[in-house]
């Protein structure tokens, strides 16, 4: 049944029993058309229906039989009892659609409700007059059932027929006439005191404000009902719901370091982007004549190159009894082989590229270009500055810089997104908006991270201190190298960095960087010379990165 009907696109919930069913149906209006089995456990399909049909709201559910036997009194107590059809085993597919067909013609749902547009001319209403009028019964209707449960527990007669009379007089101004049969069926009940009955019928109230929920929104589908992305998507919204309301409900920071941490420690891997671990499994497990293609692909992106080097250092570790980690992902590349690619190939961690694309202030290929040129000038740096033995240290460290970043991504990516938004609304720094939300900084979790997982230690320094140069306690040149660049790629607009705070642009020698890197450079150092020359190439480099963003983009 289940494989008909999502064939032709519909919607399908399964239950066991007649309890559950009926559960189900009270709970979800929803529901366009039952199909029940004659035998079912701990009841039958007749007793499933016999209590439909005895309800105010669900007597109007369409229901169709299905049987295997030819119970002739069962099939004629079924036709008494005004099913839509029965149909005989085995499913066949046009039987099935045409049943559906039939139940969705005329909404069983809307019979209990007024034609809108035609109501309205009859009555001199607007739309959405109509729409107030039965979204004030819906409200009124919550606090009355409440009312209505005390007087009579009170057996307070007078009271429980004046609220009875308001809330009819409320319903069919409105148009609800199924709400106005329920409530004067509870009227009856009240009239002829049959106190326990009148209780017993006020326990289906529930299904009286399900009913004009649904005719507020016909859109509304219950969660059994919905498809795995659709699940995704309302767990996704209240997720967002808790990040975004935190500063208006005094609820900063959401998460703390210690908790944090505890979440990190779970995680199986590096945080690697979706996309960038589909071209890496597609190049490792197909049978390649060459590793250098992922070599390249691995030392372009900054949650593959923690994840190799990280992958390659734990096997040196167990193959060499050494101890110290790779900071060449070429060589972790090399280090680790074709086989032991593919296999991680298969493991890798990801993390959704949809939620770093929050245009049009903040996208993957703004950041990336972002990344990519960090890296560059921290290499042209060092080059410039003559720290040869540096280059690669500071290329790779300009790569891992902002890794803390991937991380809270795949803990919490509407954390990310909302201390983004609150970085730009209240134009502070987003370290600052981050340590609001979290009581942290990414720095601090990619510190916490690159530690735990043995990565080199000038790359935890960097991903550590970046934000804080003159805060670090070890590596401190390389930390200024890239603090550095990184403030020259902000300067220079070479892509974005997620920060819409600008600080205001000191001197390069006042800088808490130079302070640090100036006791390298020999007394007669030219600074002018350099920061014209890095200016310089930095404005190439952001043309050329941009020309690498559109080629990728037409490919």
């Not at 009907?5 to 399964?14: D, T």
């Not at 998460?255 to 890496?280: H, I, K, N, T």
């Not at 372009?300 to 734990?314: C, E, K, M, N």
């Not at 970046?466 to 020259?488: K, W």
Request: aromatic share 8%; hydrophobic share 40%; glycine share 6%.
């Amino acid at each position: 049944m289940h494989g008909i009907l999502v064939r032709a696109g519909h919607r399908m919930a399964a239950v066991a029993t007649q309890q559950e069913a009926w559960a189900f149906v009270s709970k979800h209006v929803r529901v366009d058309l039952v199909i029940t089995e004659l035998k079912l456990s701990g009841g039958s399909g007749l007793s499933l229906l016999q209590r439909l049909r005895g309800d105010n709201f669900l007597r109007l559910l369409p229901v169709v039989v299905y049987t295997g036997s030819g119970d002739r009194e069962a099939i004629k107590m079924a036709l008494a009892l005004k099913v839509q059809n029965i149909l005989v085993k085995p499913y066949h597919d046009d039987a099935i659609y045409a049943e559906i067909a039939k139940a969705v013609a005329d909404p069983w749902q809307n019979r209990h409700f007024e034609e809108g547009k035609s109501f309205c001319r009859q009555m001199g209403y607007k739309p959405e007059e109509l729409q107030r009028m039965l979204q004030e019964l819906r409200t009124q209707l919550g606090q009355e059932w409440i009312a209505l449960g005390r007087h009579a527990e009170a057996r307070a007669l007078g009271a429980v027929l004046d609220r009875l009379r308001a809330s009819i007089g409320l319903a069919e101004t409105a148009g609800a006439w199924g709400v106005v049969d329920f409530l004067t069926e509870l009227q009856r009940l009240a009239e002829r005191e049959d106190w326990p009955g009148f209780q017993e019928k006020l326990g289906g109230s529930g299904i009286a404000d399900w009913m004009i929920a649904r005719h507020l929104d016909p859109g509304l589908m219950p969660e059994p009902f919905l498809l795995a992305q659709e699940k995704d998507a309302r767990v996704e919204e209240q997720e967002r719901a808790v990040w975004f309301n935190a500063p208006a409900e005094g609820r900063c920071p959401v998460r703390d370091l210690p908790r944090l941490q505890l979440e990190l420690d779970a995680l199986p891997g590096c945080p690697v982007l979706d996309s960038a671990a589909a071209a890496f499994a597609m190049n490792a497990t197909g049978q390649p004549s060459s590793l250098n293609p992922l070599m390249d692909l691995v030392a372009r992106d900054t949650g593959l190159t923690a994840q190799v080097l990280i992958s390659a250092s734990q096997l040196k570790r167990q193959e060499d009894f050494d101890p110290t980690p790779l900071e060449d992902p070429r060589l972790a590349v090399g280090r680790l082989g074709e086989v032991r690619l593919a296999a991680l190939a298969g493991s890798l961690v990801t993390v959704e590229e949809r939620h770093l694309h929050l245009p049009p202030h903040f996208t993957w290929a703004q950041y990336w270009n972002f990344q990519m040129g960090v890296a560059r000038v921290a290499r042209f740096t060092c080059h410039y500055l003559e720290l040869y033995s540096m280059e690669l240290q500071a290329r790779m460290g300009g790569l891992l810089h902002d890794f803390g970043k991937l991380l809270l991504l795949k803990l919490h990516p509407c954390a990310f997104q909302a201390a983004l938004a609150y970085s730009r609304e209240h134009r502070v720094p987003l370290s600052k908006a981050e340590q609001l939300f979290l009581g942290c900084t990414t720095y601090d979790l990619a510190g916490y991270f690159g530690e735990k997982h043995n990565l080199p230690a000038p790359y935890v320094s960097v991903m550590r201190w970046v934000d804080q140069p003159e805060a670090a306690t070890s590596h401190c040149q390389l930390v200024a190298i890239i603090s550095l660049a990184r403030d020259l790629c902000r300067q220079n607009e070479i892509g974005f960095s997620g920060d819409a705070h600008k600080e205001e642009i000191r001197p390069l020698e006042e800088t808490a960087e130079w302070q640090i890197l100036r006791e390298c450079v020999y007394p007669s150092f030219d600074l002018k010379k350099f920061e014209e020359q890095v200016h310089q190439d930095c404005r190439s480099l952001s043309l050329e990165l941009q020309g690498q963003q559109q080629t990728h983009a037409v490919s």
